[in-house]
């Protein structure tokens, strides 16, 4: 192969296929090779920039909440809804906002709220919403101060480039993926110590794995 297909758009916003000449397979396999590399070396860097006391907190929250609600949109969506899943394995109970079978969010409760911005509209009305009823608030953003940060009870800061930061230094990976990518990492790190902690074994988990598929 020595040509590479790409989808592009003409000016009247036809979609048309152009053809790069000259491009090989091993090319490609290098040019991936390369930004995986990139990738896990932006998340390590990011891993020395945190402040792992905050996450501390959150953990303490977790442990203490009658109900934990989760909410995030777009690929921190993803990446939340899979968090969602694994704190149901250690027994928890969690909902995803948004959800037909969330119930409503009361004192006690805890909500963890992630958003690079800060300003998704949807998170910061969940955050609003839960402040009102007393139950805790835990933002996750690359903002220290923004709306959702300025609701939190504990502000976990991911020192990332932010979705609209197209020009940012800290990563040359597109938009807001090194949030995204840091932040399911983040979730599924958290889970780690959950089970730790709690004693909790590998079987106890698998049973709460789902059985309808």
Not at 27 to 46: G, K, P, S, Y
Request: hydrophobic share 45%; net charge neutral; aromatic share 6%.
């Amino acid at each position: 192969m020595d040509r590479l297909a790409l989808i592009t758009f003409t000016e009247d916003k036809k979609i048309r296929k152009m053809e790069i000449e000259n491009i090989s397979e091993k090319q490609i396999a290098n040019d991936i090779r390369a930004n995986l590399e990139m990738i896990l070396v932006e998340n390590t860097w990011l891993l020395k920039q945190m402040d792992f006391n905050e996450v501390a907190t959150l953990v303490n929250y977790i442990g203490s909440a009658n109900h934990i609600f989760i909410i995030a949109a777009g690929r921190s969506g993803f990446a939340m809804r899979s968090a969602a899943m694994r704190l149901m394995h250690l027994g928890l109970k969690v909902y995803f906002v948004g959800e037909t079978i969330t119930p409503a969010i009361i004192k006690g409760d805890l909500l963890i709220a992630a958003s690079g911005s800060g300003t998704t509209s949807t998170t910061v009305r969940a955050a609003q919403k839960a402040k009102e009823v007393e139950a805790i608030v835990v933002a996750i953003s690359t903002q220290e101060h923004s709306l959702l940060s300025g609701l939190a009870d504990q502000l976990i800061l991911i020192p990332a480039a932010g979705k609209q930061d197209l020009e940012s230094s800290r990563s040359g990976q597109y938009a807001g993926s090194l949030f995204e990518q840091f932040l399911l990492l983040l979730m599924d790190s958290i889970f780690q110590s959950l089970c730790k902690f709690n004693r909790i074994p590998a079987a106890e988990l698998w049973k709460r794995h789902a059985n309808l598929e």
